[in-house]
């Protein structure tokens, strides 16, 4: 009988497969030296402390065909880093044109705290950049009209400083494809979160019921005056932003003309061009998709014929490019920085990234001030995170730094409104993350607290990979206009809306109360934890399944020419040949 020709490459399969399984590892050392991308590697672990003298050989010693491949991962670096910064860039923008009639929609004078905060968090979330949405409620409030009081603009700076931290939280889930990486990436996202979640908890009632920071920044711009000037653009956006002209330019005074109720969104079209369309053949009158003014041109996605739900679609379809950008480079920043430092010790890796916390602090700030987003400070580091690179307890004071430094966006908005007001509620924001990071990083304990909590939300991704999303859609999304819809009932002012406002914060008030009962007392916790195990099991089972039955095929075929059993195909064939012989 011939042989089956899968049979020879049976055991050449089973032997790659198990090669594939074989990784590098502290215990293949003689020294048990831990390297970056051993399969044991754990950012945990203590690994002990390097010298500057290590750090300088590891990085200035190689050979002339290494400096060749560093020079190349350093390019390509760059060059993707460059994408990853114009994704950024467009997902705002394309965020900003999708979503700016209904953020505009969002501002308005209400009284009520909370409404202010989820308002904050809503039209940051929507515009995807607190930049733009202090400078929303700072020119807001200092509106000759008043469209917003400075108490109510404090709590909603307040809100703004939360929805910022949803890019870089999107920007973990690039990673994954590697539960490792995602874990550390997630938590390198979350704890500016958790941070600017905390800092409200303490800081929205006490300017509640104390006005604090309305008294601190009143009592320091009691004689101020500002003065109009120009907007200051930082060099990285300088540097990016000609491309991302090319492809779509926001049309920023649609929003801001909604939320102080001049006008409405279809007030801005339809438009009138003349001939081709270019800023000055149509009149500087815009939509939500505008020209370039300074040379003269439209983007790639203006369209003079276009209506207002026409360029939303538009900025729909910015927003999903700008995600397959920016994920595409995130898998290429990654991946050669994982090349470039593969094989390196650990403890050179922590040696020259370990910075003392308040220094950290002030090149965070700096940084921001330099690229004039907290989100593009953020999502650029929240990557190393993932990697290993940069550890969470380095990341934290950077967070704090970003948030500090993307203040200075507001400031500069202020001093262009001419208002006293608007400065007051920019330096409220200041002093708002000065607190919180008082409060939160000076005493070893607390500053434990937003890192304890980030590191529990990156392991729950361990359990299930769909955490991530259902984060986003809770803490982001629904919780806000849950807490804003009730707020709504209670500011109508009308008996029916009371009621029901009320019934509704008993239910959910009834719910929280069973919630926590049922995590106590009715092993609610492992219930939850075995159901996320499961779904996970489910998915990596499926994802799994080819390898594993190619797999399983290998090993059968070996075991059977090993043993010299025949096979289920051989024996279909000996019983029809036995079969002929008997009918013969």
Partial sequence: MAEEPTEPIADDLVEDVDAEKKEASRKDRPTGSVHFGDSDFDVEDEYGDATWGEVCSACCTHTPAEWGWLFVGIVGVALLLYFFLFGLDLLGNGAKVMSGCKAGELFGDDTNPIAGLMIGILATVLLQSSSTTTSIIVSLVGDEDGTIGVEQGIYMIMGANIGTSVTNTIVAMGQMGDGDQLERAFAGATVHDMFNFMSVAILLPLEVITHYLKHLTEAMVKNANPKDGEKWEGPVKKIVSPLGKRVIIVNKSVTKSIANGSK????????????????????????????????????AFFSETAEAKDDKVSGGVVFFIAIMILFTCLLGIVTILQKMLLGMSTRIIYKATDVNGYI??????????????????????????????????????????????????GIMASLVSDSIDSLQVALAHLFFNVTGIIIFYPIPFMRKLPLFAARRLGRATRVWRGFPLVYIGVMFVLIP?????????????????????????????????????????????EKCYTCMTARERKRVAIKELPDDMEFLKARVAALTEHTGLSTEEEEDKDAEAAAEEVEA
């Avoid at 950077?398 to 200075?408: E, H, K, S, V």
């Fill in 264 to 299: 409405d969104c279809e007030d801005f079209y339809p438009m009138s061009c003349e001939g081709s369309p270019t800023y000055k053949s149509c009149g500087g009158k815009f939509g939500l998709i505008a020209c370039d003014k300074e040379h003269n041109h439209c983007p």
């Fill in 360 to 409: 950290a602090i002030a090149i965070g700030a700096g940084l921001t001030m330099l690229v004039q987003s907290s989100s593009i400070t953020t999502s650029t580091l929240t990557p190393l995170v993932g990697m290993g690179a940069l550890r969470l307890e380095q990341m934290f004071p950077l967070t704090l730094g970003a948030n500090i430094g993307t203040t200075m966006t």
């Fill in 481 to 525: 206009l849950l807490m804003l819809g009730i707020s709504a009932m209670f500011e109508e002012d009308t008996k029916g809306f009371t009621v029901l406002g009320s019934f509704i914060v008993i239910l959910i008030g009834l719910a929280l109360a069973y919630l926590v009962y049922w995590c106590m007392y009715q092993d609610g916790r």
